[in-house]
């Protein structure tokens, strides 16, 4: 799933003083509702950051969901880990001497295709 919630990062935010936060309020309100959030800073320190509601909500519905998605990916860890073990099985066939004493051999060997492929398990 795509997740659409967008974070401008912190140096992009419409800033405000903390002291501007507490003489206009208003006007900081009108800002967060048109930019969705505002940068609080102390002594050109960021402090905080004023989300909008409409924003706060969709933060929260995007933590739900990718909650859903952990717990979806959790429950396939068991296949995956099957998955995982079949593949470790067929690799660990290759670090025996005998895989590669037949594999220098088929190496040194002409190929013998006569205008087929060869594909399969066995190759």
Known sequence: ??????F???TELTRTTASTVKEHWRKVMQDVR??????????????AVILS?????AMQAEV??????????RE????????RQRFDDRLAV??????????????RKPARL???????SGY
């Open 76 to 83: 396939q860890a068991p296949a995956l880990q099957q998955l």
């Open 8 to 10: 401008d990062p912190i």
């Open 53 to 57: 509601a409409q924003q706060y909500q």
């Open 94 to 107: 290759l670090d025996s001497a005998a895989a590669a004493n037949k594999a220098r051999a088929l190496l």
């Open 114 to 120: 006569k205008g087929k492929v060869a594909a399969g």
């Open 64 to 73: 739900v969901s990718l909650q859903r998605d952990l717990a979806s990916l």
């Open 34 to 47: 048109e930019q969705q959030a505002v940068l609080v800073t102390n002594h050109n320190e960021p402090q």
């Open 1 to 6: 799933m795509l997740h659409a919630l967008k």
